[in-house]
Nanobody, 114 residues
Framework: QVLLAESGGGLVQTGGSLRLSCVGSGTKWSAYVMGWYRQTPGNERESVAT??????NYAESVEGRFTLSRDNAENTVYLQMNNLKPEDTAVYYC?????????WGQGTQVTVSP
């Protein structure tokens, strides 16, 4: 069973930084895609940043502030979030596509106070 274990969420003031981590386990296959989505109450889950091979894509709202990186040896993906804004407040979910199937982590809360 594929599991994605997230960590690193929390409460931070505007302008602060957080680093999210996601470790994948339970499979011998490497993930084709890994990344982060976020969701706020009443809204759909939206893509924040994803990495496919050597190509990284960011949502326009986080471009220049967030950095996604991946450690293939450890099957881990990181999201460094700098200059956080209150509108970044959401539950952040790790996502992975392995052998054509999409998997999700349990989510980690990020709260940015004004």
């Amino acid at each position: 069973q594929v599991l994605l274990a997230e960590s690193g969420g929390g409460l931070v003031q505007t302008g602060g930084s957080l680093r999210l981590s996601c470790v994948g386990s339970g499979t011998k296959w490497s993930a084709y895609v890994m990344g982060w989505y976020r969701q706020t109450p009443g809204n759909e889950r939206e893509s924040v940043a994803t990495i496919t091979g050597g190509s990284t894509n960011y949502a326009e709202s986080v471009e220049g502030r967030f950095t996604l990186s991946r450690d293939n040896a450890e099957n881990t993906v990181y999201l460094q979030m700098n200059n956080l804004k209150p509108e970044d407040t959401a539950v952040y979910y790790c996502m992975s596509i392995i052998q054509g199937r999409q998997y999700w982590g349990q989510g980690t809360q990020v709260t940015v106070s004004p």
